[in-house]
Structures are given as structure tokens and as C-alpha cells.
């Protein structure tokens, strides 16, 4: 004869609390933003789409967390080494176009100047590959219609396209090209160079300038990289962004 099971109140609740913590937590570790598994607040994204009305201009979330962390502060300064298109993809361009930001825009490919001239007036255009050294100049692979991959490792290029072009572009350290603007303080660093970016590291002395936020592309043969440089030079890695963006890591000085 089988007994039948037989639950008190107690047990009942307990059994009640359990079951909305598993659900809880497996709606937490659904796909958020970019994608990946995720324990931290799940509304952060949503929190923000609603707060901006959804409208960005950069790849993915960036913009949203740029603005969340200066709370739309007004005319901060920016260096935005790998700027690319200045609308399109663009971490800086809302910053300059409506809180009155200026800064530095460098890229690699020189066709790119003449739609900063015309269209982001408050940003200087410097045509460079940005690197460790400061003379003399560097490869750049350029695919011929995904002008957004561009890179000085050729075999990071042919993993999207097997058609690019070689051209030499002037080798410049960030350094010099910040004393060439004039620039002695940054709020807003955004780097986007794929694969250079721990190379430019080493040409940036980042305790003179202190930027105050770092948004950094890190793929998986550069992360360590700078994450090292960054933890050695008193810098901390913003969680709160962290799961939402599997491209950029995002760096703050440490307390």
C-alpha cells in the first residue's frame, strides 16, 4: 500500500520560495543585450532603452553606457582612437552633436576626414595608426566593403574577408598626438583598433591624462593584455556593464 505524501503549511511555503528563486534565476540567465548568461539585474538594458527613448548611434550598447555613466554631463573632452564613420557606429558622435563634447577622432583610413569636416565640427581629425612608436610608418589591411575590420594583422582581416588592401599609414603614439592637439585632459577614451589596442596602450601614458572612462574593445587574444595594463595602472573594470557587452570592456580609475 502506498503512502500518500503529505505536505504542512511550512513546508508549503518553503516549497513556494523555492520554486520562484529557480525561476528567478533561470530568467536571469537568459540572452541579454549581446548575448551570454547573466546574474546580475536584467532590467540594466531595458532601464536604459526606456531612460534614452532606444535611439543610438553606436554598434551596440555603448552609447547607453557612455551617457549613463556622465549622467549627460555637457562639454566633456574625448579621444576616439579607431573613430571610423563619425555618425555611423560612432561611440562620440551624441556627445558632440547634443551635450557640446570635443575632441580627438583618429583613424587609420583618411577617407573618413572629410566627413568629420563637414559633419562633427567640434572634433579633430588626425589621420594615424596609433601604436608604440612614433616614427616611420605601418600596415594597414583595408577590406574593400568592410572598411569597419581594418587592421594592422592581416590574418584578423581574412577571418571576415580574403580581399584587402596593404597601405601605409603614418605610425603615431597617442602621446604625441594628444601634445599636437593640445589636449591635457581626457573624460572620455573610447579605442577601437582590433588588436592594436594593447600596442597603443603602450604609447598612452594614462597617469597624466587619467581619462575618467574607458571603453575599449578587447577580443580574445588582446583581453589579458589589457586587463593587465589596466589593473597596473590603477584602473578597475566596471561590472555593472560587464555581461550586457561581450566586445568592450569598460575601465574606470580606481577609487
Known amino acids: 500500500m502506498t503512502k500518500r505524501l503529505r505536505l ?3 513546508e508549503v511555503v518553503l516549497l513556494i520560495a523555492f ?9 536571469q540567465r537568459q540572452d541579454i543585450g549581446y548575448g551570454g548568461a547573466s546574474l546580475v539585474e536584467a532590467p540594466l538594458l531595458e532601464q536604459l532603452d526606456e531612460r534614452y527613448g532606444g ?14 555613466f556622465f549622467s549627460d554631463t555637457r ?3 574625448f579621444v576616439d582612437v579607431g573613430a571610423w564613420d563619425p555618425i555611423k557606429g560612432s561611440n562620440t558622435y551624441r556627445l558632440e552633436k547634443d551635450f557640446g563634447w570635443s575632441g580627438l577622432a583618429v583613424d587609420a583610413i583618411r ?20 601604436g608604440d ?17 581594418a587592421s594592422g594583422t592581416e590574418s584578423f582581416v581574412n577571418v571576415f574577408t580574403e580581399e584587402s588592401t596593404p597601405r601605409q599609414v603614418p605610425r603615431r603614439t597617442l602621446d604625441s598626438l594628444l601634445d599636437e592637439a593640445a589636449i591635457t585632459r581626457i573624460d572620455f577614451l573610447s579605442m577601437d583598433i582590433e588588436l592594436g589596442e594593447p600596442a597603443a596602450l603602450r604609447g598612452f601614458d594614462i597617469e597624466r591624462f587619467r581619462p575618467r572612462l574607458i571603453c575599449i574593445e578587447a577580443h580574445g587574444e588582446t583581453r589579458q593584455a ?22 568592450n570592456l569598460y575601465f574606470k580609475p580606481r577609487p
Open 75 to 77: 562639454n566633456g573632452i
Open 133 to 149: 612608436q612614433n616614427t616611420g610608418t605601418a600596415t594597414l589591411h583595408v577590406p574593400e566593403r568592410l572598411s569597419a575590420v
Open 226 to 247: 589589457i586587463l593587465d595594463y589596466f589593473a597596473a595602472h590603477g584602473y578597475v573594470l566596471i561590472g555593472k556593464y560587464l555581461p550586457h557587452d561581450r566586445v
Open 19 to 27: 520554486t520562484a528563486f529557480v525561476t528567478r534565476y533561470a530568467v
Open 111 to 130: 577617407e573618413f576626414e572629410s566627413k568629420y569636416t563637414s559633419i562633427r565640427p567640434k572634433s579633430r581629425f588626425i589621420t594615424a595608426f596609433v
Open 55 to 68: 535611439e543610438r548611434f553606436s554598434m551596440g550598447v555603448e552609447e547607453w553606457f557612455i551617457r549613463d
Open 8 to 10: 504542512d503549511l511550512v
